[in-house]
C-alpha cells in the first residue's frame, strides 16, 4: 500500500441492508479529506431496490475519470454480491467484490478496479473502513500482464470479441 494519500471523489451507494455503514464509511472519507458523493438512498427502506443506486454511483465513477477527474466507487449491500453485478452493468467499470485486505489490494493492483462491493452484513465496520482505505490508497501496477488482460476485457465490452482468444460467438 502507498503511504500517500490521493484526496479524490469517492461515489457511494446502498441499499437498506448498508445504510448506516455507508454513512460511517462516508463519515470516514470525508475525514480523509476525499469528497464523497451519495447517490442514495438517503433514508431507510426494507424494500428499496439498489440497481438504480448503484448504477448511478458506477456511471458517476466512469463519468468523472472519463471527464479526468480521480473518481472510484463504493457499494454496499448484504452480501455486496447483487451491488457488484448491477455496477458491473455499466460500460468501463470494473467492480470487484472485496471480502479481505488481500481482495481489497489486488482490486486496484491487477485489475485496476474502479468499483468495490462490500457485504455490509458480512464484515465489523472497522473491516469495512480498512478494505476500503486499502482500496483507495493502492495504485494500479501498470504491469503490461495486467493491463493486456484489462485491454481485452474492454474489448470484449466494446466488439463482443476478444481478437486471436478463441472467444466463442
Given amino acids: 500500500m502507498t503511504d500517500i494519500l490521493r484526496a479524490m471523489r469517492i461515489h457511494i451507494a446502498t441499499d437498506h441492508a448498508g445504510l448506516d455503514l455507508s454513512q460511517k464509511i462516508q463519515a470516514h472519507l470525508r475525514e480523509q479529506g476525499h469528497e ?11 424494500l ?5 443506486f448503484c448504477i ?3 456511471r458517476a465513477v466512469v463519468n468523472d475519470q472519463q471527464a479526468g477527474t480521480e473518481a472510484l466507487g463504493v457499494v454496499f449491500g448484504g ?12 460500460k468501463g ?5 472485496v471480502w479481505n485486505d488481500s481482495t ?3 482490486a486496484r493492483q491487477h485489475n485496476d478496479a ?10 465489523t465496520e472497522d473491516e469495512a473502513i480498512r478494505f476500503i482505505d486499502l482500496f483507495v ?16 476485457l474492454a474489448e470484449y465490452e466494446q466488439t463482443g470479441d476478444i481478437a486471436g482468444k478463441g472467444v466463442d460467438h
Fill in 79 to 90: 452480501s455486496g454480491n447483487g451491488e457488484q453485478i448491477a455496477a458491473n452493468k455499466v
Fill in 114 to 123: 474502479n468499483v468495490i462491493s462490500i457485504g455490509a452484513r458480512q464484515h
Fill in 104 to 106: 481489497a489490494l489486488l
Fill in 137 to 152: 490508497a493502492e495504485p494500479f501496477s501498470g504491469e503490461e500482464r495486467h493491463a493486456r488482460r484489462i485491454a481485452q
Fill in 48 to 52: 428499496d431496490d439498489y440497481p438504480a
Fill in 56 to 58: 448511478n454511483a458506477a
Fill in 93 to 97: 467499470v470494473r467492480a470487484a467484490l
Fill in 36 to 46: 464523497v458523493v451519495d447517490h442514495g438512498p438517503s433514508e431507510y427502506d426494507a
